[in-house]
């Protein structure tokens, strides 16, 4: 393959899309020749900032390939580690490349709007000598980990939402209810499916003590900022009614109940963290979407957006496009049932198009369990886009684990996944391999771990 006059290659291609050209292997090949230091910054709220330092070539004959470069490694850095403001530091070509990119009308412009919306502050780029880059600032914190009392995690998913009752630690009763959140319009059909299944938990303990909720998006103060799970929710609507959604909720159980809001990808790597006893954990959630967790050295909980859906992973030509976002090649469209679905017809299945997202993927797995050939090698393509991705994460996160979670790994299926992507890190990126271990929890955790951690989420009140 050669792309802007780099050429890169792999030897573990996917079974069903031999086209795929891993952003992990042309970055690789690119940082071989590039000998230009280059910075780029990334700053959230708080003036904590993340600063990559890495390289260019700096010559005309490698403009494009640096641009191209630059560019993916600051939507890496942005939808990893969130903030408002870019600043590129070393190269004024370069600079203005991004500027560009990031301006309103630009190829990036839904980026931008997305990060000022977050933070609430206007998107900024900016352009600066190497020597005066900004200083690196980080900020973690513990998440979770409370088991004494009654407690109810509810974990809510695109395609399901899953409740658990837990008293002292051990859960006694889950449960998983299919639901369609993204296709509904109105606040009130997601606030009545919400607190049924707050009750139906409730109605297991003999109290609650307190209430942990796992949900995708975003999430300050127990408020949703952004969240894929109202995209249908008209914007007056969502300000009205779904900004405050899971505060309604809990009231609903008690009015009194500590209860904590967390992003899914945090609690998975919490379920992790947990599970494993270990901490510089990544965990990657295959379910409606693709959510990314992380805990750091210390176990904590960074304050990143880890939001893996949009870090696009595949460079070819015609790779699909994100509907949010317009951009290409983005995880969601290979870490997720979108991915199962997409692969289906390349691997000469035909599903139901009546069927739900979440029933079409439940048919593929069961005939990953009966040994179905076709089906058996959409789980071994996701593998294999796996292994690359993971390199790539790895250029950003400092990982010891990566814990797979969701729907999606749930059965044999996960279990191909893992063995594939082991397979593709250890012959293509041996010392990435030799650094991380890949873990797929128990079958049972794998569907509910989440809602269990999330139970963790409050402190009790003190009496």
Known sequence: MNLYGIDFSCRNIPVLDRAFAPLSKFSEAFLKTAKKPLCLAVERNDGLTAVYDTFIHGTPDRFEADCFYAAQTVKLLLWTKGG?????????????????????????????????RVYERPFETAALPYDRKPVEKDLSKPLGRHLDGCRIGFDAGGSDRKVSAVIDGV???????????????????????????????????????????????????????????????????????????????VREIGEDIPFEVANDGDVAALAGAMELGETKILAIAMGTSEAGGYTD??????????????????????????????????????????????????????????ASPAEKLTAMQKLV??????????????????GHAVALYARVYDIAHVLLMGRVVSGKGGDLVLDV??????????????????HLPSEAERRVGQSVAAASLPALKKR
């Open 171 to 249: 859960p006694v009763f889950s449960e998983e209810v299919f639901w369609s959140p993204k296709m509904s319009p109105d606040c009130a059909y997601h606030f009545c499916e919400i607190v049924s299944s707050l009750r139906t938990a409730a109605e297991k303990m003999p109290r609650v003590d307190a209430i942990g909720i796992s949900s995708a998006g975003i999430y300050i103060n127990n408020r949703a900022m952004v969240a894929s799970l109202f995209r249908s929710v008209p914007e007056a609507e969502f300000e009205a009614h779904g900004k405050d959604i899971y505060i309604r909720a």
């Open 84 to 116: 408002y403001k870019i600043s590129v530091c070393g190269d004024e070509a370069i600079a203005r490349h991004v500027q560009d990119l990031y301006a309103p009308g630009g190829l990036r412009a839904f980026d931008a709007a997305f990060m000022a």
């Open 297 to 354: 050295a210390q176990g904590n909980i960074t304050g990143w957006l880890n939001e893996l859906a949009f870090v696009p992973v595949d460079l070819q030509p015609g790779a699909p496009a994100d509907e949010w976002s317009g951009d290409v090649g983005c995880g969601v469209y290979y870490f997720s049932q979108d991915a199962v679905i997409r692969l289906a017809p390349r691997a000469g299945i035909t599903l139901d198009e009546t």
């Open 369 to 386: 369990s009966a040994g179905d050939e076709a089906a058996l090698r959409i789980f071994e393509t996701i593998g294999c886009y796996l």
């Open 421 to 438: 992507a082991r397979r593709v890190l250890a012959d293509e990126y041996p010392a990435i391999s030799q650094s991380l271990v890949l």
